[in-house]
């Protein structure tokens, strides 16, 4: 089981530029989400999916679009990147919306220039 | 609108000094509190999960307790391997699914 893996670790990207953060779990978890996370702040949840076909916005979503094909996979795309984007990029799943222990990814740092 | 609060945020201790971290919450309904793990460039781990006042978890040197406003991770005879930042984090009723996360205590435990 490798768990929730996210590709890149590392991206530097030019104001404008659009690139996808992939994210992918082998656990045939439901629930997934995406998080950034910036110094001096919590943890604040982008989108997040409960399923197949289904997925919400979150707390941040402006500038991010997501989708969720499949059961295993959930990327997360920036339209056109701004420098207020340089962030971490935490993916997460759970078995289901009321199994609430998420099992966070390695992390992608942003940084937009 | 839900907010968590996490105290200190950053706190040094020598080895085998016991302390608590605390977690204060402000939420129109809760449905679970968590705690994680943090390592440096790492993403959080899942430590434990409390659903009511009362209500304690514990994982070798470890335990989280909950009351109906905060909850205290309690660290006894730490080692410098517990060093991480550790966040909280609320779930609330009618919350659509949604975390809400405390900024972290920073914990670093000296040899």
């Known amino acids: 089981n490798a768990g929730v893996t996210q590709t890149p670790k590392f991206q530097v990207l030019k104001t404008g530029q659009s690139m996808t953060l992939q994210c992918a779990q082998d656990m045939n978890h439901e629930y997934m989400s995406w998080y950034r996370q910036d110094p001096g702040m919590g943890l604040r949840l982008i989108h997040y999916s409960v399923g197949a076909g289904i997925t919400d916005q979150g707390e941040v979503p402006n500038g991010y679009n997501v989708s969720r094909s499949t059961t295993e996979d959930f990327p997360l795309r920036l339209l056109s990147a701004a420098p207020s984007q340089t962030s971490v990029y935490f993916c997460?799943?759970?078995?289901?919306?009321?199994?609430?222990?998420?099992?966070f990814g390695p992390g992608t740092r942003l940084t937009v220039t | 609108e839900d907010q968590v609060t996490q105290s200190p945020e950053a706190l040094r201790l020598q080895e085998g000094e016991s302390s608590s971290l605390n977690c204060s919450y402000t939420?129109?309904?809760?449905?679970?509190l968590f705690w994680y793990r943090q390592d440096p460039g790492k993403g959080p781990e899942f430590l434990f999960t409390l659903y009511s006042a009362g209500e304690e978890k514990e994982k070798e040197r470890l335990k989280a307790t909950l009351t109906k406003k905060e909850s205290f991770l309690h660290i006894t005879a730490p080692k410098p391997e517990d060093s991480a930042t550790y966040l909280c984090?609320?779930?609330?009723?009618?919350?659509?699914?949604?975390?809400?996360f405390g900024t972290g205590t920073r914990l670093t435990i000296i040899p």
């Open positions: 939420v129109s309904g809760l449905r679970g």
């Open positions: 984090a609320v779930q609330v009723v009618f919350g659509n699914e949604k975390l809400t």
């Open positions: 997460a799943s759970s078995p289901s919306s009321n199994q609430y222990e998420q099992y």
